[in-house]
């Protein structure tokens, strides 16, 4: 409320006279929110669970920003996160966290057979769906060839990938595209990334989940990314560091 308050249509607090309620209440009178008094059996209705804390917030329909709005800055180097039929929505929202905390500079959604920001999403995000910049296109495959000719890395994850994602060079502007929960990326999707990475397993079990997956190679990016901030803060540049090897694709 503290960061938006336009963004919510009200508020409806549980009756009562609970100090908590109450000074929620004068917040959203100081934040001109409307407020609703309703019964703790009113509340548990709508939150369908009993942990509903005494008051629930109705948000208005968020406008998602288009793929040009998503890239337009170009006074920084892109990290973008692209999910291509994530159906969960704690998986979503677990990656929308981790996007948040990485530092991505925005994340790819298609519109269709894939999960939406529900309020599921936002409290499996922990608050990250008001942070993050989220992009909803409707062919995710023309989306991704669109970014190609932004000259952004189309990079895949994949546990038939050929590379391991530790030795990817992520200091540039890349797009990291996850597949769905069992599935994958789809085949379309795969043969459109220009590189496709895979992360090593040690067990039987082959993949790891995709929102874990996720949180391994945007922290590694994103460790990478820091990493050459603070040796060009230090003074070394690419003319005293170590060259990068040149990446070859292998999508078009």
Request: glycine share 10%.
């Amino acid at each position: 409320m503290r960061l938006r308050p336009a963004d919510l249509d009200h508020v409806a607090l549980q009756s009562g006279q609970n100090p908590r309620i109450a000074a929620l209440a004068e917040l959203c009178r100081a934040n001109k929110v409307r407020t609703t008094i309703v019964s703790r059996d009113e509340l548990t209705r709508m939150t369908r669970t009993e942990t509903h804390g005494g008051a629930v917030a109705f948000v208005k329909e968020r406008k998602t920003l288009t793929l040009e709005d998503l890239i337009a800055p170009r006074s920084h180097k892109h990290m973008l996160l692209a999910l291509d039929g994530v159906e969960d929505p704690h998986n979503l929202g677990a990656l929308l966290r981790t996007a948040d905390g990485a530092g991505a500079s925005g994340v790819v959604l298609p519109e269709r057979r894939a999960a939406g920001i529900t309020g599921t999403v936002a409290k499996a995000a922990a608050g990250a769906t008001e942070h993050v910049r989220v992009a909803k296109v409707t062919n995710l495959v023309r989306s991704l060839e669109q970014l190609k000719r932004e000259n952004i890395w189309i990079i895949g994850l994949d546990e038939r990938g050929t590379q391991v994602y530790s030795d990817f060079d992520f200091c540039g502007d890349f797009c990291l595209v996850l597949g769905r929960e069992g599935a994958g990326l789809h085949d379309l999707t795969r043969k459109t990334c220009d590189f496709l990475l895979r992360i090593p397993m040690a067990g039987a079990v082959p993949s790891l989940n995709v929102s874990v997956a996720g949180a391994v190679v945007l922290y590694e990016a994103a460790r990478q990314r820091r990493t050459a901030m603070d040796e060009q803060g230090n003074g070394k540049n690419k003319s005293t560091a170590k060259p990068s090897k040149p990446q070859r694709g292998l999508g078009s």
